[in-house]
């Protein structure tokens, strides 16, 4: 995977971590029992097999403490690990290496965990050209770098925001009185700049978002027997997302329903981080 994790979110969340974790007085523990300039060398492995992902935030750990350390990434972001295998080589400052310890493996985890998770999704649907896609259900402040590792996982970024896509939801159809004024009045306020997405619950709804034209429909929470008749009804007049109850056993046969992308939350509000720990040489 050649795309880099987002420099400047990586950076903010690495000084927040080390903040929150120093207070006003630093690594108490490390400070009472190890000399200033002690050497130390270890590595970083994993635990169980994982897909990688956040890996620069060793490197910037280690760059944003006082005494000098520095990290060989052996792995990188994208890429398969197997249970036992190196991530990173570390040497320097043993006070560096065991104060900034857990928010390297925090942050690498928590991004790993979700691309794990995306990859494992991807590979449950092979061969069904569907698109693996992340939503908005993401950790306040993580949004970008989430987003990240499910791209690093193989998935494929949804919207990032409320900014940059229409979707129309079944609230905004409920204030508006039916998808056909939402679709209205969106077009009404915004021309033809985005497209618009609008998601429906049943036939009746999908007809009349067809009706309108619509680019996309978020087909939430059908089972796949009505997912099949969604899109035989749309046939390929626009693009088809299916939503809502989609697990990583049931994933194939929706993606056999022949929906064009699947949206799946709990990528990234419900995946478990890689479990990775700090092996001391």
């Known amino acids: 995977m050649s795309r880099e994790a987002p420099a400047e979110a990586l950076s903010r969340i690495v000084t927040e971590a080390l903040a929150e974790d120093f207070g006003g007085r630093g690594d108490i523990t490390t400070n009472a029992i190890v000399p200033p300039g002690t050497p130390m060398s270890g590595a970083i492995r994993s635990r169980e097999a994982g897909r990688i992902a956040g890996i620069d935030a060793i490197r910037l750990v280690l760059e944003k403490l006082p005494e000098p350390a520095s990290a060989t990434l052996v792995a990188r972001d994208g890429a398969d690990i197997e249970a036992g295998g190196t991530v990173a ?14 928010v390297m493996l925090n942050i690498l985890g928590r991004l790993s965990g979700i691309a794990t998770a995306t990859a494992a999704v ?18 306040p402040g993580l949004r970008a770098l989430e987003k990240y590792a499910v ?8 919207r990032s925001g409320l ?14 009185g039916s998808i056909r004024a939402a679709v209205a009045q969106s077009r009404s306020s915004l021309g033809g700049e985005f497209p618009i997405q609008v998601e429906v619950d049943t036939l009746a709804q999908l007809e009349e978002a067809l009706g309108c034209a619509v680019a996309a429909v978020l087909l939430d929470n059908m089972k796949p027997a009505e997912l099949r008749d969604a899109v035989a009804l749309v046939k390929h007049r626009c693009h088809t997302e299916a939503s809502g109850g989609i697990t990583l056993a049931n994933v194939r046969a929706v993606a056999e329903t022949g929906v064009d992308s699947i949206s799946l939350g709990w990528l990234t509000h419900s995946a478990r981080s890689l479990d990775l720990g700090l092996d001391i040489a």
């Open 163 to 176: 900014y940059d896509a229409v979707l129309i939801k079944d609230n905004h159809i409920a204030v508006a």
């Open 89 to 102: 080589l570390l040497s320097g400052s043993a006070r560096t290496l065991l104060s900034g310890e857990r």
């Open 151 to 158: 791209a690093a996982g193989g998935g494929v970024n949804h």
């Open 122 to 139: 991807v590979r449950a649907v092979e061969g069904t050209g569907v698109a693996v896609k992340d939503t908005r259900k993401t950790t």
